[in-house]
């Protein structure tokens, strides 16, 4: 079974940037949709950006213009660059594919001070 495993997040004040990684293990990578999602603590988990096999991406309207989803299939890596950070934007950030087929990682904390 696949893994990922996310890094990148930290503290940082609102308006500034964090580039975010996720790592996968296994094959077929490459032929995956993958999007990264977030969670804050008793909310539900969303979906924030998607990026197609061929590289066609979606983003929720909420960060669309902010952030950036990117991969390299020759890492199996997906990236997320988030500019422009607002508080809101505060959560644990995953990534995982989409549909969901991956177990979960423990995610990377983003965390955007006013």
């Known amino acids: 079974q696949v893994q990922v495993v996310e890094s990148g997040g930290g503290l940082v004040q609102a308006g500034g940037s964090l580039r975010l990684s996720c790592a996968a293990s296994?094959?077929?990578?490459?032929?995956?949709?993958m999007a990264w999602y977030r969670q804050a603590l008793g909310k539900q988990r969303e979906l924030v950006a998607r990026i197609s096999s061929v590289g066609t991406t979606n983003y929720a309207d909420s960060v669309k213009g902010r952030f950036t989803i990117s991969r390299d299939n020759g890492k199996s890596t997906v990236y997320l660059q988030m500019n422009s950070l607002k508080p809101e934007d505060t959560d644990v950030y995953y990534c995982?594919?989409?549909?969901?087929?991956?177990?979960w990682g423990q995610g990377t904390r983003v965390t955007v001070s006013s």
């Open positions: 296994g094959s077929f990578f490459r032929h995956k949709d």
């Open positions: 995982n594919t989409d549909p969901i087929t991956y177990y």
